[in-house]
Structures are given as structure tokens and as C-alpha cells.
């Protein structure tokens, strides 16, 4: 049985495809942060928090699907949240994302 999925909207799609290249939009969602990631016309959420160093992961770089956070450069793929360089060695959770009439919603499970 799967979780029940609450969609709440985040931001406007307009807003987050227009960042300058190596930037990701902070949110809150349901009460969480999270970090909306641009990528190859796709919009990706993962929770805002660096599992290494706490440190808000929108504050780093992203580079293509890897983002960096800035406290001690520990990296994390958005499509997944899986760690892709030392010292991160946790994932960070990532979250379901659509696009609807130019809002973008981020899934939370209930």
C-alpha cells in the first residue's frame, strides 16, 4: 500500500527555470525545506538540509545534477539524493515534483 501523496504548490515554474546556472531555490514545503534544482528542462526537489554538515544545500553550487553543499563541499545527485563525494555519505531525501499550469508542486507524503 502507498503512502498518500499531498501536492502543494512551491513556486512558479517561471521562477525556477529562469535561475542563473549553479543556483537552487530554497522552499518550504509542508513544513520542510527543500531546494528546487533546475535540470535539463526538469525541475527536481530534495530536502535542503546536507545530511553531513546540516548547512541549507541551496546555499552551494549546483553543477548539471550535483549539488554541492557550501560547509564542506559534500556532494548529492537531485534526481536521487545520493551522496557523490566525500564527506557526504548519507542521501538526502528527494521528492516528487509536477508542473501545472505554470506552478510547480512538490509531493510530501501524508
Same mark, same amino acid.
Given at each position: ?16 527555470? *529562469?535561475?542563473?546556472?549553479?543556483i537552487?531555490l530554497p522552499?518550504?514545503?509542508g #513544513?520542510?525545506?527543500?531546494?528546487? /534544482?533546475?535540470f535539463? !528542462?526538469?525541475?527536481?526537489a530534495?530536502?535542503?538540509? /546536507? *545530511? ?7 546555499d !552551494?553550487?549546483?553543477?548539471? /545534477?550535483?549539488?554541492? /553543499?557550501? $560547509? ?8 536521487? !539524493? *545520493?551522496?557523490? !563525494? ?5 542521501p ?9 499550469? #505554470?506552478?510547480? $508542486?512538490?509531493?510530501i507524503?501524508?
Amino acid at each position: 500500500m502507498s503512502a498518500e501523496i499531498n501536492w502543494t504548490v512551491a513556486a512558479d515554474e517561471s521562477e525556477v527555470m *529562469s535561475l542563473d546556472d549553479g543556483i537552487a531555490l530554497p522552499v518550504t514545503v509542508g #513544513g520542510l525545506p527543500i531546494a528546487l /534544482c533546475p535540470f535539463e !528542462g526538469q525541475i527536481y526537489a530534495v530536502y535542503d538540509v /546536507c *545530511s553531513h554538515g546540516q548547512a541549507a544545500l541551496s546555499d !552551494g553550487f549546483l553543477n548539471g /545534477c550535483i549539488l554541492e /553543499c557550501p $560547509l564542506h563541499q559534500g556532494l548529492f545527485d537531485i534526481r536521487d !539524493g *545520493s551522496p557523490q !563525494g566525500e564527506p557526504a555519505e548519507t542521501p538526502v531525501p528527494t521528492y516528487p515534483v509536477k508542473v501545472e499550469d #505554470g506552478k510547480v $508542486l512538490v509531493g510530501i507524503a501524508a
